[in-house]
């Protein structure tokens, strides 16, 4: 097959490989695995940039990790990538965890610099 250009990996990866990738994915978050799904997730959303249902895991597995600013980015991304009518409710209140932890922490930071 000489002199035949390769696919990218982005339509050579079939989707059923896509597909499990998500699984593995979904299953570490609900195992309390996070960082291991967040592995899964950016290689993901690296094939599936716009992919809503990546950034949404991102979202909810970096929040569990205690990093904020990488939770509020995915869920800010997975608003601007979902369809209109998609409900929003789950994003928004990761997002609002977030934001509340991020808080927190430069509350706490701002406590330990002033003693």
């Known amino acids: 097959m000489e002199g ?27 195992y309390q695995q996070s960082d291991k799904a967040i592995v899964l997730l950016e290689a993901m959303r690296r094939l599936e940039p716009e992919n809503c249902d990546v950034h949404r895991m991102l979202s909810y597995g970096y929040l569990q990790v205690g990093k904020s600013e990488e939770s509020i980015r995915a869920a800010d991304t997975f608003l601007k990538y979902a369809k209109p009518g998609t409900d929003t409710r789950a994003i928004r209140w990761i997002r609002g965890r977030a934001r509340l932890r991020r808080k927190k922490q430069a509350a706490n930071s701002q406590a330990i610099n002033n003693t």
Request: proline share 4%; net charge positive; hydrophobic share 35%.
């Open 4 to 30: 035949t250009k390769q696919k990218p990996i982005t339509q050579r990866m079939e989707r059923g490989m896509r597909l499990w990738l998500f699984s593995q994915a979904s299953c570490y978050i609900e």
